[in-house]
Nanobody
Framework: VQLQASGGGLVQAGGSLRLSCAAS????????FDWFRQAPGKQREMIAS???????DYVDSVKGRFTISRDNAKNTVYLEMNSLKPEDTGVYYC????????WGQGTQVTVSS
């Protein structure tokens, strides 16, 4: 099983980024997924989730700015991030829900003020 996050980078506050998470080794369409974020010096936190049927949920700090989506044909989960803030800086990981104990490779997002 491999979940490969990509799309991070350096962006100015107010900017946008789109993260992708390509999955392999699983039957993608029967899995739910979460995006986690680990900010510098802080614990990893779940920020967005998507169910098999496409229902979504978000932590309050990203509601209205971030959108999680999935493309079952491409075995990919996305996280569209708009109106980025410096506090969104961190390493972003995608994982299966419920978490299976593996984090995989994250992608670094840095938002400058």
């Amino acid at each position: 099983v491999q979940l490969q996050a990509s799309g991070g980078g350096l962006v100015q506050a107010g900017g946008s980024l789109r993260l992708s998470c390509a999955a392999s080794g699983i039957i993608f369409r029967i899995n739910a997924f979460d995006w986690f974020r680990q900010a510098p010096g802080k614990q990893r936190e779940m920020i967005a989730s998507i169910t098999v049927s496409g229902n979504t949920d978000y932590v309050d700090s990203v509601k209205g700015r971030f959108t999680i989506s999935r493309d079952n044909a491409k075995n990919t989960v996305y996280l569209e991030m708009n109106s980025l803030k410096p506090e969104d800086t961190g390493v972003y990981y995608c994982v299966r829900h419920p978490w299976t104990g593996s984090w995989g490779q994250g992608t670094q997002v840095t938002v400058s003020s």
